[in-house]
């Protein structure tokens, strides 16, 4: 059986946390799929499409991965899609109860489908997409926050958002 890993988020925008559980997780997996969520509640710096983009140039020395983008619950792309493995990353112990609840969640929604949660490595512990959107807001370092292919095109992102 081909061992098929979901890796399910915002992406808004990748930061290296994700590269390195991308990376880590490509090597235990056939083939891992990188799933952009198009939420209709959160509101988004980049389109999906945008992220996806930003994603697949940052990543594309991996054969095993591809990008997507899917709008729906996760289990349902996940039987769609023949896959059997959610992936999340844990950094520190806020992650856990929100993982947890989601785990549940989809665990009951579809009993065939595990999560795994891998750990992020101390180096990346405190990295989010949050709050490098922070640092970039205020003109901070984005080097090695984020990939380097992402930093220009954050800051002009924010550069195009009207200030009120
Ligand atoms: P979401 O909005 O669904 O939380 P994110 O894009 O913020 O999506 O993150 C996707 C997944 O990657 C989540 O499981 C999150 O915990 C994990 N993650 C985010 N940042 C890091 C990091 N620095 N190290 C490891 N995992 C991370």
Same mark, same amino acid.
């Given at each position: %059986?081909?061992? $098929?890993? =979901?890796?399910? *988020?915002? /992406?808004?925008? +990748?930061?290296?946390?994700?590269?390195?559980? +991308?990376?880590?997780?490509? @090597?235990? /997996?056939?083939? =891992?799929?990188?799933?952009?969520?198009?939420?209709?509640?959160?509101?988004?710096? /980049?389109?999906?499409?945008?992220?996806k983009?930003?994603? &697949?140039?940052?990543?594309?020395h991996?054969?095993? %991965?591809? $990008?997507? +983008? /899917? *709008? *729906?619950?996760?289990v349902?792309?996940?039987?769609?899609?023949?896959a059997?493995?959610?992936? @999340?990353?844990?950094?520190?112990?806020?992650?856990? &109860?929100?993982? %947890?609840? %989601?785990?549940?969640?989809?665990?009951?929604?579809?009993?065939?489908?595990?999560?795994m949660?891998?750990?992020?490595?101390?180096?990346?512990y405190?990295?989010?997409?949050? *709050?490098?959107?922070? =640092?970039?807001?205020?003109?901070?370092?984005?080097?090695?926050? =984020?990939?380097?292919?992402?930093?220009?095109?954050?800051?002009?992102?924010?550069?195009? +958002?009207?200030?009120?």
């Amino acid at each position: %059986m081909r061992r $098929v890993a =979901v890796y399910p *988020g915002s /992406f808004d925008p +990748i930061t290296v946390g994700h590269v390195d559980i +991308i990376t880590r997780i490509s @090597r235990v /997996f056939d083939e =891992v799929i990188v799933l952009v969520a198009q939420s209709s509640q959160k509101s988004s710096l /980049f389109p999906a499409e945008e992220r996806k983009t930003l994603i &697949e140039k940052t990543l594309s020395h991996i054969p095993n %991965m591809r $990008v997507d +983008i /899917f *709008g *729906g619950l996760t289990v349902d792309y996940m039987r769609k899609n023949n896959a059997h493995v959610i992936v @999340r990353g844990l950094r520190a112990v806020v992650d856990f &109860e929100y993982e %947890m609840t %989601m785990s549940s969640v989809n665990q009951k929604l579809a009993p065939d489908i595990e999560t795994m949660l891998v750990f992020a490595r101390p180096e990346f512990y405190y990295i989010s997409s949050r *709050g490098v959107k922070e =640092v970039a807001l205020n003109g901070g370092a984005l080097q090695g926050l =984020v990939p380097d292919n992402v930093i220009e095109p954050l800051k002009q992102k924010l550069a195009s +958002i009207p200030k009120n």
